[in-house]
């Protein structure tokens, strides 16, 4: 199924969810294809990674009625290749960088996050670097390696 769809979301379930679909996509040899088509002629394959991202993929929030959603790697992937319209919210674009960099060899990390209260309501990933781990959130407006403040925060590592 391409969609996963949480009506009733409990923490739990969403790590767990988060967590299966991280490591899913990480193992997908189509995710690890796109991801080395993408960053294979750069110096660079984050900042590859993140222009691909910000240049293909539209920030768009889930239906209020479906409840939570999120997008698995391989349909973004399969959607890319269909020559759909790539779209998703901020978890969508968080598992599908930490999907693409996860499949070549970089440690990555799903962070959640709740900016102005408790509640949870962003979602990144973290990559792991030879300076440390940095900000990657290729749906916001700030840079690659950016950090926030937060009231609230959940790291979140693939589930092999």
């Not at 440390?132 to 403040?149: A, C, M, R, V």
């Amino acid at each position: 199924m391409p969609l996963h769809r949480i009506t009733d979301p409990s923490l739990n379930q969403i790590k767990a969810t988060l967590a299966s679909m991280l490591a899913e996509g990480i193992a997908d040899s189509e995710v690890r294809q796109l991801a080395l088509e993408i960053s294979v002629s750069s110096d660079d394959p984050k900042t590859a990674i993140w222009d691909w991202m910000r240049e293909n993929i539209h920030y768009v929030p889930d239906p209020a009625s479906l409840g939570e959603l999120f997008i698995k790697p391989r349909k973004m992937v399969d959607d890319y290749r269909a020559e759909r319209i790539l779209a998703g919210d901020c978890d969508d674009y968080a598992l599908f960088a930490g999907a693409l960099l996860g499949s070549i060899g970089y440690r990555v990390k799903l962070i959640l996050i709740g900016c102005d209260n408790y509640e949870i309501d962003h979602a990144y990933i973290e990559v792991e670097t030879e300076i440390g781990w940095i900000g990657f959130d290729p749906s916001s407006n700030i840079f690659l390696g950016w950090s926030i403040e937060y009231v609230r925060r959940i790291d979140i590592e693939p589930s092999f």
